[in-house]
């Protein structure tokens, strides 16, 4: 495993996943994805910082949309990343369980001027399968108590048009979590798209330090799992 010691500070999910802060209740009796995550937003009028995440602005910073400028962001949450991508040139659909997540997704690119270039979708990822034929697919933190990392993965792998990117961030798994489950290393995740990367150039496999504050204003140090791959052109 390389550490590359990136250092970044914050980002969309700055706070580095406070959704899982005294996480062993998080998700208990939760009758449906949508309910669970419509429950965890209300609790809060921002739960995220609204800033781009750090290693999507790293890692796309350099990828111009080209002739196929489409992005797909799953699990999109308040839509900063969204919003950042279509800044960047990129026509995005944006998806995420939570309408209550998705209106204030839609708010802040109104208030961002790019609501044009946005289309904002509520799916659940559990069942629902995107379009392929994407320029670029990124899922961020896309953890959830309800949800198989593995196969989330492997759908977002799925939407990559040939010669696209495919960039999939998600915490590392550090000490003892109650939610270790549903992170993942990157040997985890690299064996999870066994078979699913075989016609692929992984770029990036690695994990990456962030520095974050949370909200009681103590800085933490947390490790990220980041890949960025590209689909081979046929
Ligand atoms: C930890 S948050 C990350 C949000 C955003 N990507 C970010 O980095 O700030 C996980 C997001 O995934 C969404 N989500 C969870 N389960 C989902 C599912 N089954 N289908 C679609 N979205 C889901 C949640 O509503 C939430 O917005």
Redesign the pocket.
Known sequence: MEHSGTHTSGG??GDG?N?DGGAHTFGAGAES?EQL?DD??REQSRI?SGRP?PQLVVEAAGSVPGHNATAL??????G??AIWLAQQGWAVTA????AV?LERASAHAAESAVAERISFQR????T?RPDTGYGLVSS?????P??DWRA?AATAAGAVAPGGTLLVVGHYPQGQHPARETFYTPEELAAALDGVLDAWTVNVLETRERFVTGADGESRTLVDTVLRATRNKR
Request: net charge negative; proline share 0%.
């Open positions: 969309q999910h996943g959704h994805a995550w965890r937003y995220w995440n962001d799953l699990g999109c949450g308040e900063a990343d998806v995420d369980v939570s997540a799916q659940d990822l559990a629902w961020q933190y896309l953890h959830s309800l949800l989330s």
